[in-house]
């Protein structure tokens, strides 16, 4: 087979590795692409797009069952899960092919296939891509980006079979609404689905293995979610771990450890989200210098891995997985190869967002992972009660709370739960990435009435000076 | 009216260079920052960039043009909304297609003119309007960076910025403090305190000891730690030699007259051992208060003033210098300096040193005579507008009267900030700390 040259080859097609491409393309590189399964990969086919599809839905079910707030009257709302996973798949079909036409505009050369490592030639990277074991192409390039992305972890005897415990992929699809629903895990994936079922009528029961849910978030936050969640009818153990399950025909009993006492609970279906492992089989790595700590690849600064032309981005490379933090680390590795000046990236200017109900979204440090830095803090609060735009949307829960460094006025960390907080936290991330202190977000004005007008509050209430609470 | 492109200074000592390429073509439209031009000197090729923004009218130099005047007038800008009818009041552009006359008759034209204006104003930087590189005095930080580098008591003028567009970043500063990276909270707030004069890095690419040891051609070394006073010294002399534009005066002194008077000081029993350096340090001081536009420092709002002659004295230390300090010097007699100095002398050797005590002054002494240098060149200790380099009192030929003798003789030059003090005023000093080391008996008034 007649071997193809490129300037760079990216492995894979997710965010991190779509948006190298182009990139590079922009960069005047001659680029391919190997994709084995979807562009746009697990984000825009399996991850975040699909499921605020799914989200959205699940929302307006919750309105049309409160219209009576708001004066309207609706009878016998119902719903059909066939349609609204249809709806979700056509999301993400649509993007994906937007991806492709992007990938074509900028005459990225796609490959269907899955791509190995396969050495060095006259200072060429080597690339075999493959189908269903057959041979597809030889591609050859001076460097190589992996971005290979990441699965969900198994669960020792909770391994998914696709029928009574449900992966992500498996709870984005479901033929029919189970009555009850385990949630193993709740970190963003597990309360997202939590959110969605619950939202639609299921008994949803939540075991965290941490002594909160979402624990990567603000301790306050996290405990203000918990309140909001059990308000609604969620059910939530924490400190807690599944010791058993027993698949029955149609429903599945598990035993649940919390904090020494025991108790069982029969479901419908268990959907495991603990966490995820990076893909790094079967792409050629052994016998490179590239070396994998805890499934996930180690990069330097830039992405390079240590073997000569070798780069690696995204879930492959490690926390947070995100795709806009992978995306944004195939820029510095194109560019790194580019020759440009670039930053290495800088974890707590990284958003993260999680789309349930209440919504919610932080970006730096926790206020306990600030004071264990040895800052000492100021920190502002603001509570959607005193905001004259949520309480005329009808969204008077949530809260936001700001984290400054007490001596240099640096914006540590900024942390939010409520309505359109996933939208909100950018406006702090700006701040941060500018390295504003707290006068700037002072002296900004913020437009009245809108939600980020807490988001002023918040940075005042840091020094005393809040105005409406 | 049509801005002037005027030949740019790419370099202090540059007085003519070669057109050697125009980027931008008659007509062109010209952002602040485009590269218009491109100019040879002897040392090097340089690309000229726009400060005004507007329309290229008239290339009034042509490409290929050799010795080209600084300040000459190379071409003219139009800025936006003025029409080419403006050009008709502009001075006589010589057209483009004759290189050759451009050439020579500018430069002889404008010779008398070039040297008429350095005198009123020497070496002033060529006229804002159409000079390159040119980026006024506005620093680009981040709000965080101003505020560290407010507490930190880094200047932010000599920090070289990191982020986008050359902008100065938390990170920046933290290197330019010294401070590691989140280091434990009480040493961050001890740094300004302890080191107020660690003043920015002008961080050049970084000397890291891989790059050196590369660039030495990987030779055999030995490993010295960079002790922390190491550091405040490569700093504060780096951004020294990089922000204070300097200049040096020499004079030579007769000492004869001094020694014997020393020494009959200190024959008299009372327990003086006055040095000369002691007489410097009295001569400096009673020099700078007759001659006071000497005794001043450069801010970017005024030129400071003193009112009084604080002396930094250099004491060389286990692995670096000091300068303990001789405070309202001018006020105090030989046997004060003396035994002030000696006393700071072995508090500074011992470590002991207060840090009102050796931080701040306005002027200083760098004394290498005992090791027997006959002359040399100090570099300026900021804020201070000048430092004495002295050197060995030595035996040398010398002509009185037309006769060829022998004279102890010291020489000393005086390092001057240009921005502070001319070279008028630096003499006027030199003059008069000449007079006073000559005739030493008037410093004892």
């Known amino acids: ?469 | 009216m049509p801005i002037d492109i005027l030949m740019p200074a790419l370099s202090p000592t540059m007085t003519e260079g070669n057109l050697a390429k125009w980027v931008k073509q008659e007509g062109d439209a010209v952002k602040a920052g485009d590269v218009i031009c491109e100019i040879e000197t002897d040392k090097a090729t340089m690309e000229v960039e726009a400060v005004d923004e507007g329309t290229l009218a008239k290339i009034i130099v042509a490409e290929g043009t050799q010795g080209v005047k600084v300040n000459e007038v190379i071409a003219l800008l139009l800025e936006e909304g003025e029409s080419a009818d403006a050009l008709g009041k502009a001075p006589a552009p010589k057209s483009a297609p004759a290189p050759e006359n451009p050439k020579t008759e500018p430069a002889k034209a404008e010779a008398p003119k070039a040297e008429a204006a350095p005198a009123p104003k020497p070496a002033a930087a060529p006229d804002a309007k159409g000079a390159p590189a040119d980026h006024g005095d506005r620093v680009f930080a981040t709000p965080l960076a101003r505020r560290m580098a407010e507490q930190a008591g880094v200047d932010l003028a000599g920090v070289k910025g990191s982020g986008p567009n050359g902008r100065i970043v938390k990170s920046d500063i933290e290197a330019a403090a010294g401070k590691p990276k989140q280091a434990a909270a009480p040493a961050v707030a001890e740094a300004p305190k302890a080191a107020p004069t660690v003043a920015a890095a002008p961080a050049a690419a970084a000397l890291t000891k891989d790059r050196v040891v590369a660039l030495a051609g990987n030779v055999p070394y030995t490993e010295i730690p960079n002790t922390s006073m190491r550091k405040v010294i490569a700093k504060r002399l780096t951004e020294a030699k990089q922000t204070v534009p300097h200049f040096y005066l020499t004079v030579d002194c007769e000492i004869d007259q001094l020694l014997k008077i020393r020494a009959e000081l200190n024959s008299r029993g009372e327990g003086l051992k006055i040095s000369v350096n002691d007489f410097v340090i009295r001569a400096s001081a009673l020099a700078l208060k007759k001659v006071p536009a000497a005794n001043a420092s450069w801010s970017d709002d005024v030129i400071l003033q003193w009112s009084q002659a604080d002396i930094a004295v250099a004491v060389a230390i286990d692995g670096g210098l000091i300068t303990p300090i001789i405070k309202q010097a001018e006020a105090k007699g030989l046997a004060t300096i003396s035994s002030e100095m000696r006393d700071l002398g072995a508090r500074a050797k011992a470590g002991k040193l207060k840090l009102e005590e050796f931080q701040g002054g306005t002027f200083s002494i760098s004394n290498l005579g005992m090791f027997g240098i006959k002359e040399f060149s100090a570099v300026i200790n900021p804020p201070h507008g000048a430092i004495l380099a002295v050197g060995a009192g030595e035996q040398r030929p010398v002509v009185k009267n037309g006769a060829l003798a022998i004279a102890t003789v010291m020489s000393c030059t005086l390092s001057v900030d240009h921005r502070v003090v001319d070279g008028a005023v630096g003499a006027a000093f030199l003059k008069a700390f000449k007079g006073l080391i000559e005739d030493p008996l008037s410093m004892l008034l």
């Open chain 1, 1 to 469: 087979m007649a071997e193809q040259n490129f300037d760079l080859i990216v492995v894979g097609g997710g965010p991190g590795g779509y948006v190298a491409a182009i990139r590079a393309a922009q960069l005047k590189m001659n680029v391919a692409l190997v994709e084995r399964e979807h562009l746009g990969g697990i984000c825009l086919n399996w991850g975040c797009i699909p499921t605020k599809a799914l989200l959205r839905t699940s929302e307006i079910n919750h309105l049309l069952h409160h219209l009576d707030a708001y004066g309207f009257k609706a009878e016998n709302v119902s719903f059909d899960i066939a349609k609204i996973v249809d709806r979700s798949r056509k999301v993400a079909a649509q993007l994906s092919g937007g991806v492709k036409h992007l990938l074509k505009k900028n005459k990225v050369t796609v490959f269907d296939g899955s791509a190995k490592l396969d050495g060095v030639a006259g200072g060429n990277r080597k690339i075999k891509v493959e189908k269903d074991g057959k041979p597809v192409a030889d591609l050859t390039a001076r460097n190589v980006i992996l971005a290979t992305g990441a699965r969900a972890r198994q669960a020792p005897g909770m391994e998914g079979d696709g029928k009574l415990i449900w992966t992500y992929k498996d709870a984005m699809v479901p033929k029919e609404l189970p009555k009850s629903l385990l949630v193993v895990g709740s970190g963003a994936i597990g309360i997202e689905f939590a959110s969605f079922y619950h939202n639609l009528g299921v008994d949803v029961t939540v075991v965290e293995m941490m002594d909160r849910v979402l624990p990567v978030e603000d301790e306050e936050i996290s405990a203000f979610a918990r309140k909001s969640f059990e308000k609604q009818g969620l059910k939530i153990r924490t400190s807690a771990t599944v010791k058993d399950v027993k698949k029955a025909a149609s429903a599945v009993t598990a035993t649940i450890e919390t904090q020494g006492k025991t108790e069982s609970i029969t479901v419908d279906r268990v959907i495991v989200a603990i966490g995820i492992v990076g893909n790094v089989e079967n792409i050629g790595l052994e016998g490179t210098k590239i070396k994998v700590e805890k499934t996930h690849v180690v990069v330097d600064a830039h992405l390079f891995t240590g073997e000569p032309g070798v780069y690696a981005i995204g879930d492959m490379v490690g926390p947070p997985w995100l795709a806009h933090k992978a995306s944004h680390e195939g820029i510095i590795a194109v560019e790194t190869i580019a020759g440009m000046k670039t930053h290495a990236m800088d974890v707590t200017n990284i958003p993260g967002c999680t789309y349930c109900m209440p919504q919610v979204a932080s970006v730096g440090l926790t206020e306990a992972k600030a004071k264990a830095a040895g800052h000492e803090v100021k920190v502002g609060r603001f509570p959607y009660i005193g905001n004259g735009k949520a309480i005329a949307m009808g969204e008077t829960e949530g809260l936001i709370k700001t984290v400054f460094d007490a001596k240099t006025g640096e914006l540590l960390g900024a942390h939010m739960i409520g309505a359109e907080v996933t939208e909100l936290i950018q406006g702090y991330v700006v701040a941060k990435n500018l390295e504003t202190t707290e006068a700037e977000l002072m002296e900004t004005i913020f437009a009245h009435p809108t939600l980020s007008e807490m988001m002023h509050e918040s940075v005042l209430d840091a020094y005393g000076r809040a105005i409406h609470f």
